[in-house]
């Protein structure tokens, strides 16, 4: 479905910015973001504090302590962050 919105032309070039950084589209990012907030503030048990965006808007799993990251983790994650 297409709908409009209007947003602040500098919230809009940040997100475009951010999109093209995260090498994904500005209509994924809207997406994750309107799922996260329907869903709620509080992660599934299972995915709190698994990765983090750094500084140039790129996602890093956290290391734990005698644990391998999988081809699993890393699409499960993609999957979240609408890459």
């Known amino acids: 479905m ?4 209007d947003l602040p032309d500098e ?3 940040e997100a475009k910015a951010t999109a093209a950084r995260r090498r994904t589209t500005l209509k994924a ?3 994750h973001a309107l799922k996260r907030e329907i869903e709620g503030d509080l992660p599934r048990r299972d995915q709190r504090n698994s990765f983090f ?3 140039h808007g790129l996602p890093l799993l956290k290391k734990k302590r005698d644990s391998r990251v999988t081809s699993e ?3 499960h994650m993609m999957e979240e962050l609408g890459i």
């Open 2 to 5: 297409k709908t409009t919105i």
């Open 11 to 13: 919230l809009l070039a």
């Open 29 to 31: 990012m809207v997406e």
């Open 53 to 55: 965006i750094d500084e």
């Open 73 to 75: 983790m890393v699409y």
